[in-house]
């Protein structure tokens, strides 16, 4: 499959090889946008784990935009997938389309099911990412042609009957830029309104580390630069996925038990990736992956047993202090950072280092 690929994956080598040496300069020019924290802050929850408890949580941790995913695979329970997205529908919905090989390939069942799903959740939900992890041939696309492709079957759909939809595309996993810069640069007659990427730097550690040079802020700041310099998509870029996965979860952990991290280092570097990102100012929302997950979510459920991770406790602060937060200013010195925000109690200074939790405190 890769082979009778060879002449999109060769067109993606030489689209990056063109355009990312220019993003990279551009990023030294682009200013920040104005996100808040009314809008920032995002959770994935999911139909099959623990849903029945899932408003409860939910409303506790205070959290206002959901991330649920429906897979194409399992439209025999749409009736279900809509039930539990309107169990929530006083949030803000945001579903993720889950492809597999048979959609990727006949695009007249796509856009039957695509009809199907838009139906039934007309007046309930207008935002969609459309496919995800385009760049692992586990989820079925092959290359980046492909995707195009698929995403252009649901983008005459929306076209046709559904043009109020907002549609979030790209969607390529980890930082792996050459096939961001393919689906950003081409000749479909397809449009993005927001860029999603499942943006996730566990393999590094801390969000802080670097790879091929670029920490979690400059990998950020390179991914705005390609959408802005694109005329495919609006200037909204959004995380639709990211998480580190737990030792000793396996097999629920989505890596081997060498990627993992310690349930309390789980709980620091979400909360870090967060202030990271916000402090960017260039990233709409990000949506954590997820809430209840034995390998990676704020709340394990093994065996039918509920217990909330420290993670929990540590996003539900984070968000008490952020969720009516506006950026002011950031700082790193020699290994300590300090996010400076404005809010209704007064000006909030968040610092911590590579070892330290966050600390929160305010001026009047």
Same mark, same amino acid.
């Given at each position: 499959?890769?082979r009778?690929?060879?002449?999109?994956?060769?067109?993606?080598? #030489?689209?990056?090889?063109?355009? *990312?040496?220019? @993003? +990279?300069?551009?990023? =030294?020019f682009?200013p920040?946008?104005? &996100?808040?924290?009314a809008?920032?802050?995002?959770?994935g929850?999911n #139909?099959?784990?623990s849903?029945? *408890?899932?408003? @409860? +949580?939910i409303?506790? =941790?205070?959290v206002?935009?959901?991330? &649920?995913?429906?897979?194409?695979?399992?439209?025999?329970?749409?009736?279900?997938?809509?039930?539990?997205?309107?169990?929530?529908?006083?949030?803000?919905?945001?579903?993720?389309i889950?492809?597999?090989?048979?959609?990727?390939?006949?695009?007249?069942?796509t856009k039957k099911?695509?009809?199907?799903?838009?139906?039934?959740?007309e007046?309930?939900?207008?935002?969609?990412?459309?496919?995800?992890?385009?760049?692992?041939?586990?989820?079925?696309?092959?290359?980046?042609?492909?995707?195009?492709?698929?995403?252009?079957?649901a983008?005459?759909?929306?076209?046709d009957?559904?043009?109020?939809?907002?549609?979030?595309?790209?969607?390529?996993?980890?930082?792996?830029?050459?096939?961001?810069?393919?689906?950003?640069?081409?000749?479909?007659?397809?449009y993005?309104?927001?860029?999603?990427?499942?943006?996730?730097?566990d393999?590094?550690?801390?969000p802080?580390?670097?790879?091929m040079?670029?920490?979690l802020?400059?990998?950020?700041n390179?991914?705005?630069?390609?959408?802005r310099?694109?005329?495919?998509?609006?200037?909204?870029?959004?995380?639709?996925?990211?998480?580190?996965p737990?030792?000793?979860?396996?097999?629920?952990?989505?890596?081997?038990?060498?990627?993992?991290?310690?349930?309390?280092?789980?709980?620091?570097?979400?909360?870090?990736?967060?202030?990271?990102a916000f402090?960017?100012?260039?990233?709409?929302?990000?949506?954590?992956?997820?809430?209840?997950?034995?390998?990676?979510?704020?709340i394990?459920?093994?065996?039918?047993?509920?217990?909330?991770?420290?993670?929990?406790?540590?996003y539900?602060?984070?968000?008490?202090?952020?969720?009516d937060?506006?950026?002011?200013?950031?700082?790193?010195?020699?290994?300590?950072?300090?996010?400076?925000?404005t809010?209704?109690?007064?000006?909030?200074?968040?610092?911590?280092?590579?070892?330290?939790?966050?600390?929160?405190?305010y001026?009047?």
């Amino acid at each position: 499959m890769r082979r009778s690929a060879l002449p999109s994956l060769i067109k993606t080598f #030489l689209i990056a090889v063109l355009v *990312l040496p220019v @993003a +990279f300069v551009v990023t =030294l020019f682009l200013p920040r946008k104005k &996100i808040t924290g009314a809008d920032f802050f995002g959770m994935g929850v999911n #139909l099959n784990n623990s849903s029945s *408890l899932t408003p @409860a +949580f939910i409303a506790e =941790l205070g959290v206002k935009k959901l991330l &649920i995913r429906i897979p194409l695979w399992e439209m025999d329970r749409l009736d279900e997938y809509t039930a539990f997205i309107r169990s929530v529908q006083d949030y803000h919905i945001t579903v993720a389309i889950l492809q597999d090989r048979q959609h990727i390939t006949n695009h007249t069942l796509t856009k039957k099911h695509l009809t199907q799903i838009f139906t039934a959740l007309e007046n309930v939900c207008n935002t969609y990412v459309i496919g995800s992890t385009i760049n692992r041939a586990k989820w079925g696309f092959f290359s980046v042609n492909e995707y195009l492709n698929f995403y252009a079957a649901a983008y005459a759909v929306k076209k046709d009957h559904f043009p109020n939809l907002k549609f979030i595309g790209s969607n390529v996993i980890d930082f792996e830029l050459h096939f961001t810069t393919h689906t950003l640069f081409n000749l479909k007659d397809i449009y993005f309104d927001a860029l999603g990427t499942l943006l996730y730097v566990d393999r590094r550690g801390a969000p802080e580390n670097s790879q091929m040079g670029f920490n979690l802020m400059g990998k950020i700041n390179l991914i705005d630069a390609l959408m802005r310099l694109s005329f495919k998509t609006s200037n909204e870029l959004i995380i639709t996925e990211t998480n580190w996965p737990i030792k000793n979860t396996a097999p629920y952990a989505p890596t081997s038990e060498h990627e993992c991290v310690s349930e309390e280092d789980y709980a620091m570097y979400m909360v870090r990736y967060h202030l990271l990102a916000f402090a960017t100012q260039k990233v709409a929302c990000v949506y954590w992956h997820q809430l209840i997950a034995p390998g990676y979510g704020l709340i394990d459920n093994r065996d039918g047993t509920i217990v909330k991770r420290s993670a929990f406790d540590a996003y539900k602060t984070m968000l008490s202090h952020l969720s009516d937060a506006i950026f002011k200013d950031y700082h790193e010195k020699k290994g300590e950072y300090t996010l400076v925000c404005t809010t209704p109690r007064g000006r909030l200074n968040i610092t911590w280092n590579l070892t330290s939790t966050p600390i929160y405190t305010y001026e009047a």
